[in-house]
Every structure is written in C-alpha cells, then in structure tokens.
C-alpha cells in the first residue's frame, strides 16, 4: 500500500498542538517504519519533541542523540536539547549488593 507520509506528518503536527504526543509518536514510528528513505535524523527530532513534551526526559535525549548520530551538524534543534538537557543521573534507579 502506499502512503501519503505528507498527510501523516500533517496530523502529527495537529495532534501535537492538541497535546496528543503518544497520538503523535504512533504516527512518527509508523513513518519510520514504513519509508525507509525518510530522514531518520528528521524523525528522531520529531520522535524526541514528543517525549521531551510528554516529561519523558531520557527517552527524548537518546531520540535526540539518535537524530544527531544520522545527521551530525544538520539537527541544530536536537543538538541544543543534548546540551540542555545534559546528564541524567542513574544512580537512584541502582540497587544495593
């Protein structure tokens, strides 16, 4: 079948600014996934906004670092987030021997 990503990425972007963000990365991994000459580095911007916004601070930071992995230097807006974000502290998640 084929897709009109174009018609997708225009509801993302809806059901973003109706603050629908799992709505909205459901249809990013279905792009991802379903176009394999769509730019990753674009998606994984868009994939990271998603979880930024939705207070899913790790999961954002790693979409951001994939972005900037696919795209170095192109995803200006994903490399601000890596610097803003920064470090992540773990060691509350680690249990004791």
């Not at 079948?1 to 709505?23: C, H, P, T, V």
């Not at 249809?27 to 000459?37: L, T």
């Not at 769509?38 to 999961?59: F, H, K, P, S």
């Not at 230097?73 to 502290?89: K, N």
Request: hydrophobic share 35%; net charge negative; aromatic share 12%.
């Amino acid at each position: 079948m084929i897709y009109d990503f174009n018609r997708f990425e225009r509801s993302a972007d809806k059901l973003k600014e109706l603050g629908r963000w799992q709505d909205a990365l459901e249809i990013y991994f279905f792009m991802a996934d379903g176009d394999p000459s769509l730019d990753a580095g674009y998606l994984g911007t868009r994939i990271a906004e998603c979880y930024e916004a939705m207070g899913r601070v790790r999961e954002a930071k790693y979409w951001h670092g994939q972005a900037v992995e696919e795209n170095p230097g192109v995803r200006q807006s994903s490399e601000d987030a890596l610097r803003r974000i920064g470090e992540l502290p773990i060691e509350h998640l680690l249990i004791t021997d």
